[in-house]
């Protein structure tokens, strides 16, 4: 029987290079992985979401064997893996923004800028979980040409049938009104329990929030106020890239009538659509998410397509 965990903490993490980027005179901090001695390699960015910020994301250590950082995990696959932490979160700098999609499709163009440049690539893989799905999909409009494949976990088109953003739509006038809102432990905890309890380990949500809350309990509220008022922030009849749109069985946010929507209008027939059972909404920290790690090395590393002639 197959290990249903079968990827744990390595011995010697890939190294973690740390770099700074300028978007209008505002320091973003941009990370990258790869693993030791490797040579041109395809580029994943990843791209977080509302609540966390890009280490807390994507390169989290939580207490045992198992491994959590994605960074690590794919870089162990072969990939040159980024990630940035968006204006206002992580180690970025601080304005009276609200950092809602737009900015953080700005954000990603200063940072591309940077990637490719470093890395010799003309385009990069993307992957984006929740918001950071919108932010990737939105930049993968604005520029085309920087993108390879995208995958977009998490993701919501125009909210149909999404019970949390109905719940989170309550408190719309406060996103209007404020830049930012309150994300202390027990908001990181509820993370991980408003869909459906038992599809992450506990321990998580307090390493997230350990690592996280260092950086302060308010988070901007740009991208709240982007999925309870102004979805869709992203056409998918200009999203020209091959696309994998990925949501977990208990998923409380993006629900699959939505999803299958947006998948029918993308323009490219090079797409797939994926529901990873015994997951919720937070795909990166569930018990499953070595599926998801499966499902996106499959597809970010499909052959090239041949044609007849």
Avoid: C
Wanted: proline share 6%.
């Amino acid at each position: 029987m197959a290990d249903p965990h079968p990827y744990l903490r390595p011995a010697e993490p890939p190294r973690r290079t740390d770099y700074t980027v300028e978007k209008s005179g505002i320091p973003l901090a941009v990370y990258r992985k790869r693993q030791s001695g490797a040579g041109a390699t395809p580029v994943l960015f990843l791209v977080h979401g509302s609540s966390n910020s890009a280490l807390s994301s994507f390169d989290l250590s939580v207490p045992g064997d198992e491994e959590y950082s994605s960074m690590n995990v794919f870089a162990g696959l072969g990939y040159d893996v980024w990630t940035m932490d968006h204006e206002n979160y992580g180690r970025s700098g601080r304005t009276e923004g609200n950092s809602d999609i737009a900015s953080g499709v700005e954000d990603l163009i200063a940072a591309s800028e940077l990637v490719l440049r470093e890395t010799g690539e003309e385009r990069m893989h993307m992957m984006g979980e929740s918001s950071g799905a919108l932010r990737a999909a939105a930049f993968a409009m604005a520029r085309p040409e920087r993108v390879g494949r995208l995958v977009l976990n998490a993701f919501t088109y125009t909210g149909r049938n999404s019970p949390t953003l109905k719940k989170r739509a309550e408190q719309v006038e406060f996103f209007r009104t404020h830049s930012r809102r309150l994300r202390d432990r027990d908001m990181i905890r509820s993370i991980f329990t408003r869909d459906h309890p038992g599809t992450s380990d506990p321990k998580v949500a307090e390493a997230l929030a350990d690592q996280e809350l260092q950086f302060g309990d308010q988070v901007p509220t740009g991208t709240y106020l982007d999925m309870t008022a102004n979805l869709p922030v992203v056409d998918p009849l200009k999203v020209t890239a091959p696309v994998m749109i990925v949501r977990g069985e208990h998923d409380g946010i993006a629900s699959e009538e939505d999803l299958l929507d947006f998948f029918r209008l993308l323009p490219n027939p090079d797409r797939q659509f994926t529901v990873l059972a015994g997951a919720a909404h937070a795909l990166v920290y569930g018990y499953n998410r070595h599926h998801l790690w499966h499902a996106a090395h499959a597809f970010l590393s499909m052959p090239a397509r041949r044609d007849a002639g």
